[in-house]
């Protein structure tokens, strides 16, 4: 049985503690929270668990193996820091932390002492990114072409981080878990309206092979949108994460170019078949997710989802946060 | 009445044609095509008029008093040069023409000749933009903060020009149409994967006061989207072109910032209200730009879609052009 | 305080019973389901509240001044007449009654004994239909021509009622409580095809002054549809309850006659002009009608949507299945 | 070559003529409207054809072999009765006739003639209908359980007909297409508000072994609505007409009831699959069938929209205009 204790009982802590407590194999023996209403109403929910207001109290307990951390990204490092020092696994909310640098220490951290990180990427456990991950696998799409991702709402603001890093690492994780090749620049451009960080920001991300990547992120947008287009060179998606129930669409189209006597009669021919919408697995993807955690634990697995997967998202957007600054510099990665 | 001439009869010159004549105070009287085909398919649709296929025939008339030019873009400053010195006002295609420095050149000249440009921008005169202007001059929306287009479909490709010069010249001529601030810098950012010129591609255009604006571009798509949101300090926008009844969506939504206590306590609060689909004018573009095209030439008007405009739009293109060959480098303007 | 005792803790009494525990007044004492099951996952949600199998223990508790009844049709007269008899209020799942003599019935108990019947007529709770109620007071439809709701999906399959007992009660409720005339005869056809009963039925409700009732049920639609139109003189409504931010849509449209010269002259014109979609309330229905019932208990009110409201329901009900049974005889009300 | 003759220029006629004139092996040698501003347009885009205002001139024309009769349905009769007559063989627009009676006079004169009649069911030409008749065909939706079509729109409105007579058809031509049984009884309800005829409009066609067909048709929806719904044993349907490019689409979906160990333990099971959105052929429909037309002619063969398909759609009209005198009787085919 893994104990597990969980700091932050915000917005996303509650998920995170029901779902662990749910999960078999696992136990939530804390929560943590510095705010007297985030603890009283974990009491309520949960008679049975201490609730502490000292991150300590958990990071220190010797009856916890696993501590997660569902806090602000600039306290995931010293946290996480503090747990794996105690010996303690830790599951971390994404973005994993605010700077490569960081990053690199707690995967070294976890390394020497044999713990497991595993960065809350809980896109790659829906049935959507698992169908559109088999559908590249077994090669129905063919050789992708680009990436193009929408994600945008009214709200919600956060104060201490700009739309790219409050939004994008649902994409940056997601392109990171398809897509094979390694990222290889960023470009990102946007602008500020309202208080003092970007709040609406387009990323591009180059890959080898022309590949390439785009996320727009929008808090100021009157409706909101998810939606994805992967082309590739067999077959082209469209992901539509708010459709209820055909949320992935699969196109028979392309474009085939041969060449005529000359070369400006250069012959494009499209074509254009069926569309097919495969069923979509409905689970809740942080139940997956932990039970995912307990099982990379209990059988000494390394997951896909593990500090590695966290510092190459850190390390895109600390590059998308350099671009931004120049007006759409081009970063090497 | 102001007789026509009309050189290029392929994808959009028929429609050209078509308009001129029925336009009150107009007559086309020659039409030019280099292929037999289109030569043929125009003298079957207009018996009484003249078709040839030497664009100097039409350039040299004394009968033509206009010379529309509806041909592939490297042409356009060519014959648009040459209807100019022949005393010939000129109604271009967009783009005006393949560099800034052709069509400064254009513009210099027809000031010396005292004859009119004007670039059609179709856009200009859909029911859609016109009312997207009024809520704009009228203030409905307040200061911008963004206009975002998204304009993807698969095909057609074009073999001369890349995505942006294909399909970015509807946006940027809505844009400077519907923005008072001057553009200050482009990045642009895109691939290539099938014949040589860049196929996808992402334009951030930066103006003062921190309104942005952003082009998505593509030509590989599995699904047609014309989709363009536009965010105000007071309301927002959508418009969807191709949504046959309900085009524009004003949405009465916002966001504001007070300051709380301390500033980490700085509190957002969200507008929520109705949304309003203004009935929009349907009308066919074309038809009114004809009619506008011949009322400024024998009322001596200034078009607001003229040259100035034309320029306007290539500078942007071009300097489009220059960042995409660096992978996204700011360009300014 | 109101003590409340809820029977049948199935599909919906979980949420009966959530809101009759979190509403200001009113506190959940017992609850009785009898399958196992069922008990324990009451008892382990509400450790305080008493749990039975026996509908007895709840129905002759002197600490239980309401009951809720939250079990299959069949079984609600029986239930309701025996908490009458017990001196205690009765809140009855729709429909109300498996026929109009046993709701004419409780009807007559409760006047007697002095209690409150409320028929759970959840939607007329809801932000959409409190709208459209202010948009029909308010004149802005005009004087109504039709209503026609579709409502279908996949399942779920009733085993002891047909689809039009399952899913038109809702449309019934609705239109009871819109619409200010009293319907007069009811025509239903519709066919079974797995289990015996009714599974897609088409309803027509007439009523005076020509205007009309439609309602489409269908247990075996691929797609779920929750579409309602509503025909006014002035404006018409489109109201939409699978979308989640423009639930209505007020269209400015219409049709005038006037005559010409002759009869066959007569001319139509259409008017056309903005959609408009107000803002919907979004608020749980049932919290809602959880405390209206408290409150027409405490101040001695009469619920609108009381006996008298879900006998009207059930008449229309009872006339269906008349009329179903011979393929769609007219029955007069 | 046959030589064709087209009375009716009015909304319709446009488009028989210029598909009849482009069709292979036929001409259209004369058009008749007794509108003078009609006969003006025809003159205009067709300067070689013989334009009149006499019917009687193309019906007796030696040079005529063919009428089509593109006038309001209270004259279909009288002017194929005497084209027929006259030796020419007769394309009608829908509905065929006004009376069942009048249907079969005209059959069995064309009969006897040896002249063919074919009906302008011109839906059952789209590549949307020859699609779904081929996944009937092949067995891949299986036993049909329903077909459920909505039909409406705002106006136009018709002052010979009412609702049903105008849109029905198009249903009920297609329903006749699709499914093998025999339609055994009809029942129709509606309203009339305006000019006093019903302007909305529901009819239910039952089918032997269970088979429901149902019909929304409606002149005053403030949206436009075409959708069918197609319920079978193995997969169901959705046809959404108004879509540009998905607009059949097959859903792998379905219900299954089985025993258990006593009645009321009755299970059902639910299927949810993939959705698959087959390729829909993009042809003008008018176009194949005045080549059908042609080639039925020449080659002496049956059509299958003939006199024979045109009846049997004027016999439901009649049931459903019986039924709806008595608001919804229903009356036995």
Request: net charge negative; with cysteine.
């Amino acid at each position: 049985m893994i104990r597990v204790g969980v700091i932050g009982y915000g917005y996303w802590g509650p998920n995170i503690v029901r779902n662990f407590q749910q999960a078999e194999g696992s136990l939530v023996v804390a929560i943590c929270d510095k705010c007297d209403k985030s603890m009283r109403r974990a009491q309520q929910a949960y008679p049975g668990v201490r609730v502490s207001s000292e991150a300590n109290d958990l990071l220190t307990a010797v009856d916890i193996d696993a501590i997660a951390v569902v806090t602000p990204v600039w306290t995931h490092f010293e946290l996480a820091k503090r747990a794996l020092e105690n010996g303690k696994h830790v599951f971390v909310e994404k973005p994993f932390t605010s700077t490569v640098a960081q990053a690199e220490e707690l995967i070294e951290l976890a390394e020497r002492k044999k713990l497991k990180i595993m960065v809350d990427h809980t896109f790659l456990f829906t049935g959507a990114v698992r169908r559109i991950r088999q559908l590249i696998d077994n090669d129905t799409l063919g050789h992708l072409y680009y990436y193009d991702s929408t994600r945008v709402n009214l709200g919600l603001f956060q104060h201490d981080v700009n739309v790219i890093w409050d939004l994008a690492p649902h994409d940056l994780s997601i392109m990171d878990h398809l897509i094979k090749q390694k990222p290889e620049a960023v470009v990102a451009t946007g602008e500020r309206h309202l208080n003092g960080v970007a709040d609406i920001a387009f990323m591009t991300i180059y890959y080898p092979d022309n590949m390439i990547g785009h996320i727009n992120v929008n808090w100021l947008s009157p409706v909101k949108v998810r939606t994805t287009l992967i082309g590739g060179e067999k077959k082209m998606l469209l992901w539509n994460d708010i459709e209820a129930d055909e949320k992935i669409k699969v196109y028979d189209k392309g474009v085939q170019f041969t060449n005529g006597e000359a070369v400006y009669q250069q012959l494009v021919s499209y074509r254009t078949g069926d569309m097919w919408a495969p069923r979509v697995e409905q689970v809740e993807a942080l139940r997956a997710e932990a039970a995912y955690f307990i099982e990379c634990i209990t059988q000494d697995k390394k997951p896909f989802n593990d500090g590695q997967a966290g510092l190459r998202v850190v390390s895109m957007l600390e590059a998308a946060d350099k671009s931004l600054q120049e007006k759409g510099r081009v970063v090497k990665l």
